[in-house]
C-alpha cells in the first residue's frame, strides 16, 4: 500500500530564513511525486511534478527534489505569502494521489 | 483560461439526507477525481473517471457514487449523510488518468 509520511507537521520560519519540508514515501511503481501548496479552505494549488530519482524543479523560492525514497521542498528567503500548507503526494501504479497530512509552515515578517 | 469549478460553495444538510456536488473540470481536460478532505487530514481519493467510465474507487462506502457525463463534467452524490461526511470535497481535472491533477476551490459540506 502507498504511504506518504511529511515532516515536520508544523515549521514557523522568520522571513529570509531558508528551510527544507521532508516527503517520504512507498510506492509500487512511482509515476510521479506531487507538490501542492493549500490556503485555509481553498483548494491545492499544482506546484511541482518529479517522475524520476536525481530530478529538480524551482519556481521562484521553492526548490523539489527527488530521491527513491524522499522529496524535500527547499524554500529559499521564505516571505510571510509563503506562508500555507504544503502537500506532498504520489501517484503508483493506480490513479488516485495518496497524499500525506502536510507541513502547516507560518513565515513571520 | 478557467480554472476547475465546484458547485456549490458551501452546502449545510441534515442527517440521513442526501447531496450532489457539481464539477466542471478545465477546458479540455478528459479526467475527473474526487477527493475527501477533512480538517488537519490530506485529501482521500473517492472516485477517479475518465472519459465517462470508473478508473478507480477509494476505500468509501456504496453511500458514494459518482458520474461523468459527455462534457467531462461530473457529479458526486452521497445518500443517507453521516455527522462524519463533513469535509471540503475536492475535485480535480487532468488531460488523462495519469497527468497531473489540478484541484477547484472545493465544496464545504456541513452535515447536522
Known amino acids: 500500500e502507498d504511504q506518504v509520511t511529511q515532516s515536520p507537521e508544523a515549521l514557523r520560519l522568520q522571513e529570509g530564513e531558508s528551510s527544507s519540508l521532508n516527503c517520504s514515501y512507498t510506492?509500487?511503481?512511482?509515476?510521479?511525486l506531487f507538490w501542492y501548496r493549500q490556503d485555509p479552505g481553498k483548494g491545492p494549488e499544482f506546484l511541482f511534478t518529479?517522475?524520476?530519482a536525481g530530478e529538480e524543479k524551482e519556481k521562484e523560492r521553492l526548490k523539489a527534489t527527488l530521491t527513491k525514497k524522499e522529496s524535500f521542498l527547499h524554500i529559499t528567503a521564505p516571505k510571510p505569502e509563503d506562508s500555507a500548507t504544503y502537500l506532498c503526494?504520489?501517484?503508483?501504479?493506480?490513479?488516485?494521489?495518496?497524499f500525506g497530512k502536510g507541513t502547516s509552515l507560518l513565515v513571520t515578517p | 483560461d478557467a480554472g476547475v469549478t465546484q458547485s456549490p460553495t458551501h452546502l449545510i444538510k441534515t442527517r440521513g439526507q442526501q447531496v450532489t456536488l457539481r464539477c466542471s473540470p478545465i477546458?479540455?481536460?478528459?479526467?475527473v477525481s474526487w477527493y475527501q478532505q477533512v480538517l488537519g487530514q490530506g485529501p482521500q481519493f473517492i472516485f477517479q473517471?475518465?472519459?465517462?467510465?470508473?478508473?478507480g474507487r477509494g476505500n468509501f462506502p456504496d453511500r458514494f457514487s459518482a458520474r461523468q457525463f459527455p462534457n467531462y463534467s461530473s457529479e458526486l452524490n452521497v445518500n443517507a449523510l453521516l455527522l462524519g461526511d463533513s469535509a471540503l470535497y475536492l475535485c480535480?481535472?487532468?488531460?488523462?488518468?495519469?497527468?497531473?491533477?489540478?484541484f477547484g476551490p472545493g465544496t464545504r459540506l456541513t452535515v447536522l
Open positions: 518529479l517522475y524520476s
Open positions: 477546458s479540455g481536460h478528459k479526467s
Open positions: 480535480a481535472s487532468s488531460l488523462a488518468d495519469t497527468d497531473t491533477q489540478y
Open positions: 503526494a504520489v501517484q503508483g501504479t493506480g490513479y488516485a494521489l495518496n
Open positions: 510506492v509500487s511503481g512511482l509515476r510521479g
Open positions: 473517471y475518465y472519459e465517462k467510465e470508473e478508473r
